[in-house]
């Protein structure tokens, strides 16, 4: 997710907005706080790029895609997420050669086939891994709260993920064994 378009990856955050908020307008006054540029429904600060989907018809749910952000810049942004929300639901869908990588990366066999779901942990974290190889879809989802976002966890499954930090050759992988 280098600064550049995910392509054939998508960041799709649901934010649940905290009984007695202010709703939008709390987050949205929150990101122009923290220098965060929106223009229209696109929320732009540093490498990242965001768009404001949706906000449920109960005003209680926001949806917000990422379309580019480096590590950090998405580790600030859903720090302040989830300072405005209860939680963040974080779904990153991956299609193509994105889907093995990420599967591996995780420590899983997909198979050729049919609908693949489970559960794995990863740095104190339940990720609901959801795949249909026969279509070339993946999703790895968790709950982000203070804990997962204040622990680096978030952090981490972004670049397990997404292949960052590191870089998938033996170094890499031998600074993700020590992790």
Same mark, same amino acid.
């Given at each position: 997710?280098?600064?550049?378009?995910?392509?054939?990856? /998508?960041?799709?955050?649901?934010?649940?907005?905290?009984?007695?908020?202010?709703? +939008?307008?709390?987050?949205?006054?929150?990101?122009?706080?923290?220098?965060?540029?929106?223009?229209?429904?696109?929320?732009?600060?540093?490498?990242?790029?965001?768009?404001?989907?949706?906000?449920?018809? #109960?005003?209680?749910?926001?949806? +917000?895609?990422?379309?580019?952000?480096?590590? %950090?810049?998405?580790?600030?942004?859903?720090?302040?997420?989830?300072?405005?929300?209860?939680?963040? %639901?974080?779904?990153? =869908?991956?299609?193509?050669? %994105?889907?093995?990588?990420?599967?591996? %990366?995780?420590?899983?066999?997909?198979?050729?086939?049919?609908?693949?779901?489970?559960?794995?942990?990863?740095?104190?974290? /339940?990720?609901?891994?959801?795949?249909?190889?026969? =279509?070339?879809?993946?999703?790895? #989802?968790?709950?982000?709260?203070?804990?997962?976002?204040?622990?680096?966890?978030?952090?981490?499954? =972004?670049?397990? +993920?997404?292949?960052?930090?590191?870089?998938?050759?033996?170094?890499?992988?031998?600074?993700?064994?020590?992790?």
């Amino acid at each position: 997710m280098s600064g550049g378009s995910l392509g054939s990856r /998508e960041i799709r955050l649901v934010c649940r907005l905290q009984p007695g908020s202010r709703g +939008i307008d709390g987050i949205l006054e929150a990101l122009k706080a923290a220098s965060y540029t929106l223009d229209g429904n696109n929320i732009l600060r540093g490498s990242l790029r965001a768009e404001l989907r949706a906000t449920s018809l #109960s005003g209680d749910e926001v949806v +917000i895609l990422v379309k580019s952000a480096e590590p %950090d810049e998405f580790r600030s942004f859903l720090n302040l997420l989830v300072r405005e929300c209860w939680y963040v %639901d974080v779904y990153y =869908h991956l299609r193509g050669g %994105d889907i093995k990588a990420a599967a591996g %990366d995780l420590g899983i066999q997909l198979p050729e086939d049919g609908v693949y779901r489970s559960r794995v942990r990863f740095s104190g974290v /339940e990720l609901k891994v959801d795949a249909y190889p026969k =279509h070339g879809a993946l999703t790895v #989802s968790y709950r982000a709260g203070w804990r997962e976002v204040n622990s680096g966890a978030a952090l981490r499954i =972004h670049e397990k +993920i997404l292949g960052m930090g590191g870089g998938r050759g033996i170094i890499g992988k031998l600074l993700g064994w020590i992790r």
